[in-house]
């Protein structure tokens, strides 16, 4: 016999086209497309250069902590504790800028460093005990944002000196740096995902722990890792937003934690885990960068900006199901 | 084969709360052997393998791999000493790749830098041992479930155990596959690796074990050799009374009014043309090979999904359901193929799960009327001869096949005219089985219900169905009276 018995009824080569459709992040390129043409014939100065900058450098803040929310939730977890520890590293590495006298160049590594120990804190009880991620986070989100206070008693720490806010400040062939790091990050991730071991774990744990259990995988070192990289890039988002306004401010990171889930969620990554990707999150965080602005140059009112941004995450929920559906 | 075992496990005992699924078990494996393990659903045998594979920890007992005592605390322990498991329930990662499910953990390459081309050939090989139609490259959601259960041993096997656990392989494979897996795990064995096998075909057990042991309520009952183990004999082991006699009279339906016509009936890729009738009171079986289009064809007839074209009648009159609800409200019933993904609701407990569907009977004025409930489940599931510990358990602790059980109880306890049922007897022990058939054809009998009943067992449709229905590759090859049918027949027309 010259064909296999078993061969479904018809299955065919798929188009170009259906392939692009399966992508998880398809539809966020297409909407984020389609409201770059649009606001670049309502509002003329959308497209400048100086409004370019402003917009990705907005996407990057956001978009770092996005990254590391997005390997917890390839795992299956979720991190509602990223905000306040951007907040605590930014003051930490701040305070051990000014007041311990590390060198402005180590205070990068340093403040990452401490955010993994934060990260860590929740990978602790989540993979270690095996406590709900939400629960935790929870916890450490308060216990978090509470030290930022008791440390700075709302009072910001500034200045931070030229040498350190190079980082927040400065540009590269006209990028600015926060920027240029966030790609670089973004770029190493999509790496990892693809490449290394590590990164097909996460996506092994989060879309079948049982599974995973059984092929011999070190389930609970994935996990760990995955909350510890979150508090990472949680932290170097925090003190890039420090270098970049001069001052450790007890308010850094707040409101990030909405933008980073749902920038994740647009790229089409899965709560349930085991389902998204890197690109998609960048691309959502663009896409949440871009609305602020465009809400701004139409001069549209602040506060309608929450309700738009509402809006397009329901239709982009919308528009997973139908792709999903066919 | 030598005198060193190279597994033995001593004294094995395993409670769970109350329960005592494994009471003291010792057996042995040997280079190069195949010992299959028998007994009834719930005797313990997939608890025992879970210990033997690092899944479980024995409350009592040892274990030794050549001669030496050995402590497993994960499955990964048990994996560095050699002994991997391809288990009974589906446990893949649905949105990888076969070829990164067969090699999960274990990519080629260096950690940090994966080879892929070297991942996906060396996948691809371990599959093509097993069976050579998967695509290595198609996600598993675009699998069926028997070619899931083949991933699943290609991706044990690919661990290079020395010692593998097949727990319950083809209960969800056709014949072909079975075939090819026999030879399989024969090819390895004959290298001198070792296998453990479970399964309720019997007379598989027979052609390819060295060695058979049998377990009653987790109780080591004996080890006997393939020469040795007539059905009648493993039955007596396993159920500790001789083998009830299958097979049930032939009756005469052509006389009989037709409830549910057919005609047709066309969905893109699944089933091309399909036309039939099926009389009151009948049973009409439904033989096909895997990717037959024998589930697709339930599915859409339970209105879960819309034909292209064709036409459906029930009683006389033109149907069109939009949505299983409105199947179930003219008298369908579905039964499903796959019960871990579609029959079961894990969180509720077994009497829950089986009076869901129907729960508006034991609807008090502000409560459920729970005794009522109870009492109603505890029928049934004495009838199903099904074993449990309390009815207020979750179901999932439950085994495989008792689990099954109760979900075909759920649709006996509601009144139907039509009842499909995919792969009801899958995972079932073969007295219960009997029983199972037994109880459909009552329900034909005593209620006129007619059943639409899909199996991969010829055995099983030659002993009860009326006719049967004959599918391949999504064609209606031809229906079959019972009279006239044979397995050797039925092969031939769906390869026809
Ligand atoms: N996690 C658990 N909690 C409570 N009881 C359990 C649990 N797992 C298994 N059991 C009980 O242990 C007994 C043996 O179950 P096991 O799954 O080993 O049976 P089995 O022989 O594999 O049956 P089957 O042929 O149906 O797969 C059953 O009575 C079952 O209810
Ligand atoms: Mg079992």
């Not at chain 1, 993979?127 to 944002?145: D, Q, S």
């Amino acid at each position: 016999m010259d064909t296999p018995l078993t061969e479904t009824p018809a299955r065919r080569e798929k188009s170009l086209m259906a392939r692009f459709w399966q992508w998880e992040a398809s539809g966020i390129l297409v909407a984020l497309v389609v409201l770059t043409v649009a606001l670049s014939i309502a509002a003329d100065n959308f497209l400048s250069s100086y409004n370019m900058t402003v917009v990705a450098r907005q996407a990057a803040f956001v978009g770092l902590v996005a990254l590391g929310q997005t390997l917890v939730l390839l795992v299956g977890g979720i991190d509602l504790s990223v905000g306040a520890a951007a907040g605590l590293s930014a003051i930490v590495g701040s305070i051990a800028l000014t007041q311990w006298g590390i060198h402005p160049y180590l205070i990068i590594p340093f403040t990452m460093g401490f955010g993994f120990l934060l990260g860590s804190i929740n990978g602790v009880f989540v993979a270690g005990l095996r406590l709900n991620p939400f629960i935790v986070t929870l916890a450490t989100w308060e216990i978090f944002a509470g030290m930022t206070l008791v440390i700075t008693k709302g009072y910001p720490i500034r200045p931070l000196g030229e040498k350190f806010t190079v980082f927040g400040q400065g540009e590269l062939f006209g990028v600015p740096l926060p920027v240029l790091i966030f790609i670089l990050l973004a770029a190493v991730l999509v790496w990892m995902l693809r490449q290394t071991r590590l990164g097909r774990n996460i996506f092994a744990v989060g879309g079948n722990r049982d599974a995973a259990v059984l092929a011999g995988i070190r389930v609970g070192r994935v996990e760990f890792v995955a909350y510890g990289m979150a508090g990472m890039l949680a932290a170097l988002a925090g003190i890039l937003f420090a270098s970049r306004m001069d001052a450790g401010q007890p308010s850094v990171g707040e409101g990030w934690l909405m933008g980073a889930i749902t920038a994740a969620i647009l790229g089409g990554t899965s709560l349930r885990g085991g389902q998204g990707s890197i690109v998609g999150t960048v691309l959502g965080a663009l896409l949440l960068a871009v609305l602020a602005n465009g809400t701004v140059l139409m001069n549209v009112s602040g506060f309608w900006q929450r309700v738009i941004v509402g809006c397009v995450v329901l239709v982009a929920v919308l528009v997973d199901l139908l792709r999903r559906k066919d | 084969m030598t005198d060193q075992p190279l597994f033995e496990a001593r004294n094995i005992t395993k409670t769970f709360g109350p329960v005592r699924a494994l009471n003291d078990v010792s057996l042995t494996l040997f280079p190069g052997e195949v010992h299959s393990i028998i007994g009834e659903n719930g005797a313990g045998k997939s608890t025992l393998m879970n210990i033997v594979c690092g899944r479980l920890r024995p409350t009592e007992g040892q274990l030794f791999v050549n001669g030496a005592e050995v402590q497993f605390h994960s499955p990964l322990e048990a994996q560095t000493h050699g002994i991997a498991i391809a288990p009974q329930e589906i446990n893949l990662v649905p949105h990888l790749s076969v070829a990164e499910n067969i090699l999960l953990g274990a990519q080629r390459g260096r950690a940090a830098a994966i080879d892929w081309k070297a991942t996906v050939r060396d996948a691809t090989h371990y599959l093509h041992e097993v069976d050579n139609s998967i695509d290595p490259r198609a996600r598993v959601t675009s699998l069926s479930k028997a070619q899931q259960q083949l991933v699943q041993i290609a991706r044990a096997a690919a661990t290079q155990a020395r010692i593998i656990i097949f727990d319950e392989p083809t209960a969800m494979l056709t014949y072909r596959e079975t075939e090819m897996l026999m030879d399989y795990i024969r090819r390895i064995t004959a290298e001198g690796r070792s296998a453990f096998y479970i399964s309720h075909r019997l007379d598989e057990v027979r052609d390819l074990s060295h060695r058979i042991t049998a377990l009653r309520d987790g109780v080591h009952v004996g080890c006997i050799g393939p020469e040795e183990a007539t059905r009648e004999k493993m039955v007596t082991m396993m159920a500790g009374r001789p083998a009830k006699v299958g097979g049930h009279s032939l009756r005469d339906m052509s006389d009989r009014p037709t409830v549910l016509e057919v005609r047709n009936l066309s969905r893109d890729h699944e089933f091309e043309d399909v036309s039939f009738d099926l009389r009151e009171g009948e049973i009409l079986g439904v033989s096909g090979l895997i990717g037959s289009g024998r589930t697709e064809l339930a599915k859409c007839l339970f209105g879960a999904t819309r034909a292209r074209s064709g036409a459906v009648r029930l009683d006389g009159k033109d149907v069109a359901f939009h949505a299983p609800i409105d199947a179930i409200q003219a008298g369908l019933i579905y039964l499903p193929e796959e019960r871990k993904q579609e029959g079961i609701f894990p969180l509720l407990s077994i009497a829950e799960n089986t009076a869901l569907p129907t729960i508006d009977r034991f609807g008090g004025l502000l409560t459920i009327r729970n005794r009522e409930m109870m009492e109603e489940v505890g029928k049934l599931a004495a009838q199903l001869k099904a074993k449990f510990n309390s009815l207020r358990d979750p179901i999932t602790s439950l085994s495989g096949g008792n689990q099954q059980k109760f979900i075909i109880a759920r649709w006996l306890m509601r009144d139907a005219r039509v009842l499909i049922m995919d792969e009801p007897t899958r995972g079932i022990d073969v007295n219960a089985k009997l029983e199972i058939q037994t109880v459909l054809r009552r329900l034909t009998e005593e209620r006129g219900l007619s059943i639409i009943l899909i199996s991969s067992e010829m055995e099983e449709l030659l002993d009860v169905a009326d006719r049967i229905l004959v599918m391949h590759e999504g064609e209606l090859k031809g229906i079959v009276d019972r009279r006239d049918a044979t397995q050797e027949g039925l092969l031939e027309l769906a390869m026809s």
